[in-house]
């Protein structure tokens, strides 16, 4: 689900108290273990749902000595948040019909692929969508922020532990004003933006505001990224393009709309917890995800590093067949088929594409799943 973008940044710190609580060592204690590099300690932040290029597009180091592959070091946005020079390279696509009769993850199996123009000019680059995005503060039963006056003060440290007591007036803020599922027009230009990038903030959507949902399901992301080794070069070994992003969550009727093309400015004092993290320690600016998909595989992959696969777990000896994702089923009726395949209807259930055999520890019950960000190390 999406989160408040500066809720992102006070939530990875929160990430960095979760683990320490369920195991690892705290930094200042090494337990007098000699180690082969300078570096004794790697700690994981965890957020969701934003790239490293969503969160770090403007980032420039402190030292001048120093890079980083972002957005702006590209010239594909400008310190202030206008198309660089090599806008180009985030241009997107979308896929031509007849679409195919099975499932693909790069355009070269398809009848081809269509660049997206400004609006009005079609197919026009999609807009972005409140997906999920409240439009008013609300009470508990909402499930999330932003909280109306029925939920007291004294109950939001509990329900964000993370936030400083002069922040929690946050979880009160950022509500959309706007229908769920329909665009976003609090980004200037909404239906008439550049195919490509585009800044999250402005006078109009502040830096508090929740904002939509975006596409985290396995078979969709393969085919977000558009991989091909034919596609393959020294920069880019993995052939992947990275320019079907709209148009799978659109395609298959999601309500992401453009969500995943937004980044956050630095430049413009976005993201502030994350800025002074990369200043102060090492950031990875070449790290991804361990696996295609949502939250709770990134957790597994990065505490074991391998797949889970299914055991015979309270008497089932299988995973329900409604939430094993199938791209191409064997029939048409197959209920445990997910749509995959662009302009099918979009999908009733948000159900993890891999299911967990194992019980979590009583220290870490409890603990809101977030998507693995950079890692920096000290």
Known sequence: MFRRELQSATAA??????????????????????????????????????????????????????????????????????????????????????????????????????????????????????????????????????????????????????????????????????????????VPNATKLPNG??????????????????????????????????HATADNPSGCLNDLYPFVGVARNDGSGSNSMAFLNMQKGDAPVFKRLADKYTLNDNYHQPIMGGTAVQHQMIGTADDVFWETFQGASAPPGASVANPNPKTTTDARSRPTRPGQTAPTSRSPELHRSWRISPVCRGIRRRTAMPATST
């Open 13 to 186: 710190a929160a990430g960095l108290g979760v683990l320490l609580s369920c195991g690892l060592a705290v930094a200042d204690d090494d337990h007098g273990q000699k180690t082969a590099t300078p570096i004794k300690h790697v700690i994981i932040l965890i957020g969701e749902n934003w790239t490293f290029d969503g969160m770090f597009a403007t980032y420039q180091p402190k030292n001048n000595k120093q890079s980083v592959a972002n957005l702006l070091s590209r010239g594909i946005v400008t310190a202030s948040g206008d198309p660089g020079p090599h806008h180009a390279k985030s241009w997107q696509y979308q896929i031509n019909q007849p679409y195919p009769a099975t499932y693909f993850i790069d355009a070269l199996q398809t009848a081809g692929k269509t660049l997206y123009e400004q609006g009005p000019a079609t197919p026009s680059f999609p807009p972005p969508n409140t997906a999920y995005v409240p439009m008013a503060p609300g009470p508990l039963s909402q499930g999330q922020g932003p909280f109306d006056s029925s939920v007291p003060d004294s109950l939001l440290p509990t329900i964000e532990p993370s936030l400083e007591v002069s922040d929690l007036g946050l979880l009160r803020t950022g509500a959309s004003g706007l229908s769920m599922f329909t665009t976003d027009t609090r």
């Open 197 to 230: 990038s585009f800044p999250s903030t402005s006078a109009t959507r502040p830096y508090d505001s929740y904002v939509g949902d975006m596409v985290h399901r396995l078979f969709h992301m393969w085919q977000q990224s558009d991989c091909d080794v034919s």
